[in-house]
Nanobody, 122 residues
Framework: QVQLVESGGGLVQAGGSLRLSCAAS????????MGWFRQAPGLDREFVARISWVDDSTDYANSVKGRFTISRDNAKNTVYLQMNSLKPEDTAVYYC???????????????WGQGTQVTVSA
């Protein structure tokens, strides 16, 4: 079992930055791929970024590539999402998730956090 708790969301002006954190419980955090997803009102949940547990390789949605960075600290059981140059269209609830395999597909992730709201004002 893995329990995930996100933090770091908030209100920021366009062009600003936020860093989201996701703290995981459980001794096997280092053996899980971690992903960030987001869901805006009225829209489906969408993939944002993921990081492999095998080699820490990363991948991003085209909409955030070059602006967002995912990283993990296995000693702290924490995964991060650094978000720079934020845009109003980044406004959403952001969720972290854990999976045995690093994919873009939300249904392959077994464990989810409760989400944290990110609001970017114009």
């Amino acid at each position: 079992q893995v329990q995930l708790v996100e933090s770091g969301g908030g209100l920021v002006q366009a062009g600003g930055s936020l860093r989201l954190s996701c703290a995981a419980s459980g001794r096997t955090f280092s053996r899980y791929a971690m992903g960030w997803f987001r869901q805006a009102p009225g829209l489906d949940r969408e993939f944002v970024a993921r990081i492999s547990w095998v080699d820490d390789s990363t991948d991003y949605a085209n909409s955030v590539k070059g602006r967002f960075t995912i990283s993990r600290d296995n000693a702290k059981n924490t995964v991060y999402l650094q978000m720079n140059s934020l845009k109003p269209e980044d406004t959403a609830v952001y969720y972290c998730a854990a999976s045995r395999i690093a994919t873009y597909v939300s249904s392959t992730y077994n464990y989810w956090g409760q989400g944290t709201q990110v609001t970017v004002s114009a």
